[in-house]
């Protein structure tokens, strides 16, 4: 069986999001998109951010080295492997940075604006452009390029020299990373509606893992079929609207757990092997968690965090320091939990009691990827295009 080699993807930073895609409008809608508005995202407006509280530093940590992108108006995901950062700019410029220097490798162009990458496993990168079209490259080298049935913002995957493609639609795609063949296509009937946001595609050993709807589901990569059905959480509320909850990406693996948090509504993580439910708390929230073996993290819409103890989900501590900052999803590093927010601050936490260890500052506009780390260094980027990479010393 073949095993999938799944680049280091750690991160998607999204605005809070108050629209949906409807399935049924596809097939109505040559955009391919319908917009609903949520009443609790759209009314009221949101509170003003929290003051940031003076930080004595207990840890030692730096600034080592920046770049600079067009800007990142999509959800970036960045993909860390081999020793370098994979990343991309609104643009369609396409680049791997060493993670040590932040020198180019190679660089490349899509050509034309992106709504959703990087997915790399080192040797091959892809990303979806505002057109619908995946495109495909070796390093620098353009492979090739597919068209797209539906609008994408879920960075595709690539691995086992496959590409793994979803769309807002939640359709899954497989292509031949060579030549680009069309090789499988998933669907499953499921809710009328679904988020346009980046959902999860990520690797488990041989296995595809794909959210759909609230549920984590395994496919055979070889045939796009079903190998197993696990659901986070179950629908709530009395309309189409209030039950949406679509796990949001990217996925935290953290050996044979995988964990995912469902638009809204809740915090889960499954056991893969065998696949079933680990455990699931109610934890309303748009982005991703993020976590280790030993803790799961994230902030809800008001930007409390809460960090649960991976093994049974208990909660383990909340910080409510850092409310209405625009949080991103979080990375945890050995005993630090790293969060960015929407002054392009990069909040160091402790992943003990939550404490606030240490603050770096960035180019002051949203830090809008999940930062990810490449050995020592760990990387964050900016709405403005800011790439900054930091290292403890």
């Known amino acids: 069986m073949m095993q999938l080699r799944i680049a280091e993807v750690l991160g998607t930073k999204v605005p809070p999001i108050s629209r949906l895609l409807s399935r049924a409008a596809i097939t109505r809608l040559s955009a391919g998109v319908l917009l609903v508005s949520l009443g609790a995202c759209s009314s009221g407006g949101r509170p003003n951010p929290t003051p940031l509280e003076p930080v004595q530093p207990q840890i030692a940590g730096r600034q080592v080295w920046s770049v600079r992108l067009d800007s990142v108006r999509f959800p970036l995901a960045v993909a860390a492997r081999d020793g370098q950062f994979v990343i991309a700019g609104t643009d369609g410029t396409v680049m791997a940075l060493d993670a040590q220097n932040g020198a180019i490798r190679w660089r490349a162009q899509a050509g034309r604006s992106l709504s959703a990458g990087v997915g790399s496993d080192g040797r091959y990168a892809a990303v979806v452009t505002t057109a619908n079209e995946l495109v495909v490259f070796e390093r620098e080298t353009r492979l090739w390029s597919a068209p797209l049935n539906s609008r994408t913002s879920t960075a595709p995957l690539v691995a086992g020299e496959r590409v793994f493609v979803m769309g807002v639609d939640r359709v899954v795609h497989a292509f031949d990373v060579l030549d680009g063949r069309r090789l499988w296509t998933y669907r499953r009937a499921g809710e009328p509606l679904t988020l346009a946001q980046p959902g999860v595609v990520a690797a488990y050993k041989d296995t595809l893992v794909v ?122 590093v050995g005993k630090t939990v790293i969060f960015g927010d929407l002054e392009g601050q990069v909040h160091f936490l402790s992943s003990i009691d939550g404490r606030v260890q240490l603050r770096l500052p960035t180019d002051g506009t949203p830090v809008v990827a999940q930062p990810v780390v490449s050995g020592t260094t760990t990387l964050v980027v900016t709405r403005a295009g800011g790439v900054y990479a930091f290292r403890p010393e």
């Open 211 to 332: 959210g759909q709807g609230a549920s984590l589901v395994g496919l055979d990569p070889l045939k796009g079929t079903l190998r197993w059905d696990v659901p986070v959480t179950s629908p709530r509320g009395t309309n189409e609207v209030e039950r949406l909850n679509d796990l949001v990406g990217p996925l935290l693996r953290a050996g044979d757990t995988l964990c995912a948090r469902a638009f809204q509504t809740a915090v889960g993580c499954v056991s893969a092997d065998p696949a079933r439910l680990r455990w699931s708390r109610l934890a309303g929230g748009h982005n991703a968690v993020g976590g280790n073996a030993e803790l799961v993290a994230g902030a809800d819409a008001s930007d409390r965090i809460t960090a649960w103890r991976s093994g049974a989900g208990e909660i383990a501590w909340t910080n409510e320091r850092l409310l209405y900052r625009g949080l991103s999803a979080p990375l945890v």
